[in-house]
């Protein structure tokens, strides 16, 4: 055992996030609530919560970010998840935001124009219809890739 302080709080291994995933709990809409959300939401939201079994919760409270692109197209590897901070988004990245009930694509401003028209058919990422809720069906690495990682989430 390592000598600590009279002070210092000792936890198991298996208790070390409990205050990280304390924090998302308490932060989450299904709780925490607010004035943006709406109460049908908000309703839906905890009964969502209250029906999730362990692994589900800890991936909606503390969603999963997937660098995607940092992948090799070719292969059939998905990407090792990053802590999800801002910290962790790089201006030339794509990742992969999903917490398993919805899943978001995060485009940096100095993503390369020629991996934005492999995924999305237009030259720049200013181009990118944000309100579209579905992925094109491009005949490209790029997108069969992209489209791989989001059904084999699904």
């Not at 000598?3 to 304390?22: H, N, R, T, V």
């Not at 709406?38 to 409270?61: E, P, Q």
Request: some cysteine; hydrophobic content about 40%.
């Amino acid at each position: 055992a390592n000598p600590s302080s009279a002070g210092q709080l000792i936890l198991p291994e298996c208790m070390k996030l409990l205050p990280l995933y304390a924090n998302c709990i308490i932060k989450s809409d299904g709780v925490q609530g607010g004035s943006e959300i709406s109460t049908d939401d908000r309703s839906y939201l905890m009964h969502l919560i209250n029906s999730m079994d362990v692994h589900t919760s800890n991936v909606f409270f503390y969603p999963r970010l997937l660098p995607f692109h940092t992948l090799d197209f070719e292969s059939n590897e998905m990407p090792t998840a990053v802590r999800c901070s801002l910290e962790r988004l790089q201006d030339n990245g794509v990742y992969l935001l999903e917490n398993g009930v919805s899943m978001f694509v995060w485009i940096g401003h100095n993503v390369d124009n020629e991996l934005i028209h492999d995924l999305f058919g237009v030259a720049s990422a200013a181009q990118v219809d944000i309100d579209k809720n579905c992925l094109m069906d491009l005949d490209t690495p790029a997108s069969r890739k992209l489209r791989d990682m989001v059904d084999t989430i699904r």
